[in-house]
Every structure is written in C-alpha cells, then in structure tokens.
C-alpha cells in the first residue's frame, strides 16, 4: 500500500508543461506519460513495433481496404454467428490444393528413386530434393518445453480453473486442457497437437490490471476462438498455410546473403539456380495471397464474435474497458523500467497496479483518440479497435455479465496469482536489464 501511495505523490509532483513543436501551444507534459497536443501532434496510430511476417503484412493491407465494408456487416448480429459459407469452402479447396501439391512432389520423388536404373540421374536429384521436403514439412503446433514450463497445476489454482472451466460451460465448449501464465502483456487461445487439445495463455501483467469484468471479458473473448470455427486456427488450414510460408521463405531467401561466385562454373550453376528459384518462388507468393483473401473474411469475424461473446460473459462495458486496458502496454513498459532502474525492489506487479491506477485523464484522452484513430490495430490479424468498439457498443444491448466473480472468489484467486508473481518478477526484470544495459554494436 505505502507504496502506492509513494508512486501517485511522485506522479503528482511532476507535472509539467511542454511546448507542442507544431501549434506551439503549451501542454501539459507529464515525465511517465507520452505528450500529446490536441493539435494532432504526438498521436499515432496504436501498432506493433517487430517487424511482420509477409502473412501478416498482406493481411494488414487487405485490411486497410476492406475493414471498413466488413464492420458494417458486422453490426448484424446474424452475421456474426458461425456457418457454412462459400469463402469457408474455398479456404478448405485452397488448403486441398497445397497439401496436394506437397503430397504429388514427395510421389513424384519416389517414382524417380523407383526408375534409377533406366534414369541414375533423376534418382540423384530426387534424394536432395526428399530431404529438402522433409526439412520444410508443416509441424503440427506443439507446447515448447519453456511454454508447458508456464502451465499452471489445477489444484494450486482451483478458483482459476473454475472461473474458466465457468466462462467456457457458458459458451458450451469443452473446458481448458492447461492455462497458461506468462510475463506477457497479452493473452491468446490456441489448440496444439494432433488431438487439438485446448490451451489458454494469460500473461500476468495485462490480467493483473483487469477489473473482474474485464477478467472474464477477457477469457471469454480467447475461449471464444475455440468456438467460432475460425478457419485460420483450423490444423488442416493452418498446415497449408505454413507450408507456403516455408516455400516462400526458402525459394526468396535463396542467393540473397550468399556472396556471388563469379568466375566459374560452379559459380554461374548458383546464380542461374537462384535466380530460378526466386522466378519460381511467385506461385507459393500468389497461393498466400489468395489464401489469405479467402480466409480474411473468415477471420475478421471470428474476431467480432470472440468479443461479442467476451461481451456476453463479462459486460459490455468490461468488454470495452478490456480493449481500453489493452493499450495500457506503454504504462507497462515504462513502470517497468522506472521499476528496473530504481533497483527493482518490491512488488513489481502492485506498483504496475498503482501506475494504471493513478494514469492521469489527459494520458486517458490520449488513448481514447488514439484508438478511435483508423490503423489502429492491436495485432495485424484483429480488426481495428475503433471497429471493435464501435460493433461492441452496437451489441451494447448485452450490458451485464454472465459470469460475476464474488467478492470471495476474487480474493482467492488473487491469491492463487500472487503464488507466481515472484517467478514472473525476475523474468520480467532480466529482460528489462537486457534491453536497458545492451551495449551497442559498432559497425566498422
Ligand atoms: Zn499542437
Ligand atoms: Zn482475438
């Protein structure tokens, strides 16, 4: 508690005024918060920094394009529900299409082993090019050793278990396999394994912030993709589409940071076969992009609907507050390095609590522009926020929650997520110091 209260009264006492360089009116400039001028100058659209795979960067212009058409779709409720469609069918056409592809290369290589007594050199050629296939192959998506490493035991989070095993009875879908508790300001859902087994990842400093509403938005909106048939999170989809991204990846990286052998013949025999493999690597390019029109619509709307259901089980109003929350990384970061610089001492996670807690109305004004702004966008593959809330206040005729958590159940399971606070501390606290002590690289 005391040291809350040191945190807000240093807050308090460092108010200053800036002057904006564009309008050069004078604003308030406050040192743990971004400035801002009513202006325009300072407010960007919100975007992930790390750069995006090329499945990411089609998506995200086909968005740009498109997002608009598909949220006024959206504000029908009917539409948002899950069904049959043709772009559905196209999607499992074009997944066909790819693993077919694969299939009749890996056939066509053992028919060349099968002849090498009439062709030696075909068989030659078929062996580096059935390792090469096995070495691309899609893996079936699995729980790296470090990620099982953060599932949480069900008897020591009982009350965890139960709010979510509650969230997903209501929503009718079979219960979570393991959740999930990392140092991410994040949350996701996935299915790993040949048997689809259900997972939830909560990272601990974006749900130790959440009100109980947003709580169970939250876990409503990720259980809600395990319900909505979204096509991109389907294995036979989702193997295809990795199968291209492999290809692409290997046909156009191919000559690129090799150093040109010139003069002889060894030499030419490498340009010529780079320069065809970067020719050839066009149809895995165009394959992705009609892949991802197909699935586009598909997922935009699983989407919508994973928050009209986060909706139905935490409130609308706990539904838009989560996506409000979810811009709160910036505080993250930077009470977190103000945490790291002073000696990381303490209880990080209460004075991250106390930081969004005591975020001035200015700074909430600033989030609330920024995300009403177009392109803003949490992660490249969920539509804009604005749209998000816009269609959240359309539904808004939801209002409560479903699923409450008693005082009592609150308690406990603050209880059960204090238990890893410490471990996640110290993750959390050596990033940081790697990233704040790295010494930078000098180039010659
Ligand atoms: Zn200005
Ligand atoms: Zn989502």
Known sequence: M?????LVQENKSAV?????????????AHPNFMSWCECGWNLKPHRQEHAPSMFASFYERLGQRVGKQLLSDMEVLEHLMPKPSKTKLF??????VVHAISLAMVLLCLFALSIYREYPVLAILAVPMLILLWTQRPRIPKLSKDE????VPREQFPSLYAFS?????????PHFEGILIDEEFNASYRQVGLKQKRYLTLGLPLFSILSPAEKAALIGHEAGHGINGDSTRNLYTFTAIITLE????????????EVLVEGNLFGLVSNVVGMLMRMVSFIPQLLIKLFIHSIYYESQKAEYMADYLGAKVGGTEGAIGLSRKMFCETTFVLSGQRFVLRGAKGNYFDELKAAVGSI???EIERIRRVEMMEGSTLDRTHPPTAYRIQTLQHHAQLAPGAIQLTGEQLKQLERELSAVEAKLQERLVNLLKEKLYKKPIHQG
């Open 246 to 257: 492999n290809w692409f990846r290997l046909l156009a990286s191919r000559g690129e940071d």
């Open 165 to 173: 095993d509650q969230i997903a009875d209501y929503l009718h879908m």
């Open 16 to 28: 200053q005024t800036e002057q904006c360089p564009e309008c050069h009116s004078h604003v308030a």
């Open 360 to 362: 001035p109305p200015r």
């Open 2 to 6: 005391s040291a809350n209260i040191a």
């Open 91 to 96: 999607t499992i056409v074009m997944a066909t």
């Open 148 to 151: 099982k490493r953060d599932i």
